[in-house]
């Protein structure tokens, strides 16, 4: 067993003192064998004690060394700060991140290196970790290294405890995270430039409809006011034919911003309820009739198992419809065309309803049958020549049928005919129960007249004023227009007006500013926007503003004066029948209403004053005797609260309820004098 040297030296000096005891016979030679052979067992146990610690020592000086290369060679920077924060360690890295070799590092404080505004935002953000002994952390910032340039890092910093729990410094590791943070941040860009490109071209589209739109106006409402006067036949036919064009350039427009609608995701469904027979007829009538004038057959039929009353969106429902009725004439040269509409499959409260478009025309190539799904494509190039159309309306109808949660498909054979099936799920509105029996057409709904109704539109474009005004007129409306939105507020100072249509861009003060200062100064007169801009969520936008509705030019005048209708209380009087009655001789009926207007106050004021006398008898005569009038100038409610006001009084009923007949009475004959005089002023 090698000795150590230590060891060595003391065993020979043993040895000699040994010797010079047994030499000197100092100890007995047994009692110095003794000793000396213990003092050599224990040399060699401490020599053996020595050789192991020397051991251990090297393999810990290994293990640090091995420990010390691998800090030294990660890419990352390690470092040990003080609770100072004063660098005590630096691993070699720190040169290629920072710039700075370890002697300038060593003994500086952590901050040189990082960027000084993040640096106050850091420095609480580590106190507290070590104050709450958060045990791990991460942050990611700037630092700027030695020659000045500036680098992304992310820092994981550990805070090193002594074993009494005090805090005795930081142990970091730092990353450079600058090519991470560059390829971040070119995403950032490169996403909102193309937001940015989106919505230039969504601002784009929606300004050039606005522009597109307004002349369209123009000319679709000047035609159909030229088609209602006195014209030779050719001169009509013209019209038409321009009437026929602009539709059609309109539709095309419709088309592509619907079509760029969709393919950025900004179409909006609505779920409202509708009546799918009136609706189907009253679109497809048109279509019936184009059939028909082509020499088509035409048939509609609807299963009498098909719910009536359903929830879904009606307008994208006969957008589809259209579409595909609309190619089967187009692409019938003879024969037919048959719509059949059953239900599918029907669970509680949903109905998938299954339609079919047939024809007997020309039928698609079997192998263009799914190309004709596609965005601007034709079956084939002769049909553009020959058909015209944009080749986006299948692919809008097949876009539109699956946001719905339906599906389009077709059959076909070429030279034989085509039949396209649509399902589409709605679901059934339970509030209204089911009245038709045998699937036969509902009657459309009477065109809703503005008889009686004081109107205000807000114009600045005089072309559609004058479109707005005689649209308007025509339907028995009495119309002043204003041309900005500041002679709206002075005109409903001195006027009171049933509806003001708003167009929302206009100079001085646009449609959103006026209808808001309308609302804040309390005049709640229903407000429908009017307006060409096709930009999302601009309906929202006028709802939020206080308007009541919303309509988008060119208008179709029914359904504004359906607007116009819903938001405006319906009139009392029945001028209608009146004129019916009176073969709409203007002056008679000027007469009649003027004897009205003398006459119905002063029974009201008879019946009022027997009533305050308690004279019921008289109160039942004077009721009977207003019956009569009531038969020649109908007013609503107002036959009915006479009849049970005369019933009340013969029968000397309650005081109470007899005085509050003669209220309601007097309120209705109110607002029909009102009505009455509005009238013979427009007359
Ligand atoms: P377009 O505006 O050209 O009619 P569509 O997308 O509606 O666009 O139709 C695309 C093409 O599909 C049409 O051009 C036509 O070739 C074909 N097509 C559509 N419906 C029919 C049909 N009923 N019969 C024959 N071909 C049809």
Known sequence: MPLKKPILIVLLISIAGFTWLLLTARLPWLTATCIFLVSVAALLWLNRDMRLLEKAKKQLQESEQKYLQLIQNAHVL????????????????????????DEELLGQHYSMHIDPDMYQELMPYYLQQAREKIPVTHREFQIITKHGERKWVEQEVVVLYNKDGEMKGYQCWIKDITERIQYEQELIHARKAAEDARRQQEMFLANMSHEIRTPMNGIIGMTNL???????????????????????????????????????????????PFQLRELMNKTLLPLQLQAQQKGLQYSLEIADAV?????????????????????????TPAGSIGIRCRVLTAQNTQVRVGFEVSDTGIGIPADKQNMIFESFTQSNTENTRRYGGTGLGLAISRELVA???????????????????????????????????????AAVPPRPALQGKTLLVAEDNIINQRVAFSTLSKAGATVDIAANGKEVIAMVQHKQYDCIIMDIQMPEMDGYTTTIQLREAGILTPVIAMTAAAIKGEREKCLQSGMNDYISKPFVPEELYMKIAN????????????????????????????????????????????????????????????????????????????????????QSGSIPALQEKVQQLTAIMDAACQEVTREMERM
């Open 307 to 331: 719910p009536d009353h359903l929830l879904g969106d009606p307008v994208r429902f006969t957008q589809v419809l259209v579409n595909l009725v609309e190619n089967a004439i187009k692409f």
């Open 403 to 441: 946001l719905q949660g339906g599906a389009l498909s077709v059959k076909s054979r070429e030279g034989a005919g085509t039949t396209f099936y649509c399902e589409l799920p709605f679901n059934k509105n339970l509030f209204l129960p089911e009245t038709h029996s045998n699937g036969a057409v």
């Open 567 to 650: 938001n405006t209380p319906p009139g009392v009087v029945d001028f209608e029948h009146l004129r019916n009655i009176l073969y709409n001789d203007t002056a008679y009926i000027k007469e009649m209403l003027q004897e009205f207007l003398v006459a119905m106050p002063k029974n009201v004021k008879e019946i009022q004053e027997a009533a305050a006398q308690h004279d019921w008898k008289k109160v039942a005569f004077l009721a009977h005797r207003l019956k009569s009038s009531l038969g020649i100038v109908p007013i609503l409610n107002a036959m009915e609260t006479t009849r049970e006001l005369e019933k009340e009084a013969e």
């Open 78 to 101: 390690l470092y040990i700060t003080n609770r100072g924060g004063y660098f005590t360690f630096v691993s070699k890295h720190a040169a290629a991140l920072t710039g700075y070799t």
């Open 226 to 272: 030229l088609l209602n006067t006195p014209l030779t036949t050719e001169q009509k036919e013209y019209i038409q034919a321009t009437q026929q064009s602009a539709n059609n350039l309109l539709a095309i427009i419709n088309e592509i911003l619907d079509f760029s609608k969709i393919r950025s995701g900004k179409m909006a469904l609505e779920q409202i």
